[in-house]
């Protein structure tokens, strides 16, 4: 087994090493998000840093073009989780539900970008899964941006894009991203709950 791994790394090209540095990066950060460390957010730009070269040689090109969306929201969400407190009671922002009156806009948004991803995919750039890279970037998008507004069904959207995500890079010879997003989906699940338990610890201490 160890002289597998051995030969792996001697016969790897850049990125495919950079695809191991990634999923451990991954494994911390998904952990981070577990417990709702803020220092989730640190993690996420170093992630990202390191994935525009892996996405980019395996001709995943919204992946590689979301990196950039990844830091700016991991400096937007940081700073939103550190100062964006309640105006009478200086708390920090707590967990809690998905709006109702945001879910319409959102399914615009998520439909618009899927859209535009996949119109650029297709009429700028060689890739070979347009529909599928451009839906699991979209449904990112959306899902990173509930996080960072600290709402528990980003759980959900992230369960459904990891999986998504974990068969194309299956697909597509990213051995390990996309093991590493399969554990993601199961992660989430755990997540999810624990998350809920913190809500209502939270809501409790009111």
């Known amino acids: 087994m160890f002289d597998s791994i051995i030969q792996y790394f001697q016969e790897a090209d850049t990125y495919q090493i950079l695809d ?16 709702a460390s803020i220092w989730l957010w ?6 990202p840093a390191v ?20 830091i700016l929201a991991a400096v937007y969400g940081y700073l939103y989780w550190q100062f964006g407190k ?9 967990i809690s539900r998905f709006p109702r009156h945001k879910l319409l806009p959102s399914f615009i948004v998520f439909f618009a970008l899927w859209g535009l991803s996949y119109f650029i995919l297709i009429t700028f750039t060689n890739s070979t899964v347009p529909v599928l890279d451009s839906f699991g970037n979209s449904l990112s998008f959306l899902g ?6 600290k709402y528990i069904e980003q759980w959900w959207i992230w369960i459904v894009a990891d999986v998504e ?11 390990f991203t996309a093991g590493l997003y399969a554990l993601y989906a199961v992660i989430a699940l755990a997540g999810y709950y624990k998350w809920k338990k913190m809500m209502m610890e939270e809501y409790e201490r009111t």
């Open 20 to 35: 191991v540095m990634g999923t451990i990066i991954g494994l911390v950060y998904i952990y981070q998000e577990y417990k």
């Open 42 to 47: 640190l993690t996420g730009i170093i992630m």
């Open 51 to 70: 994935y525009t070269v892996v996405y980019y040689e395996a001709g995943l090109y919204a992946d590689f073009g979301m990196q950039i969306y990844y």
């Open 86 to 94: 309640r105006h009478k009671t200086q708390e920090e922002v707590k």
């Open 144 to 149: 990173l941006w509930a996080l960072a507004k």
């Open 165 to 175: 995500l974990a068969a194309l890079y299956v697909y597509k010879g990213i051995p």
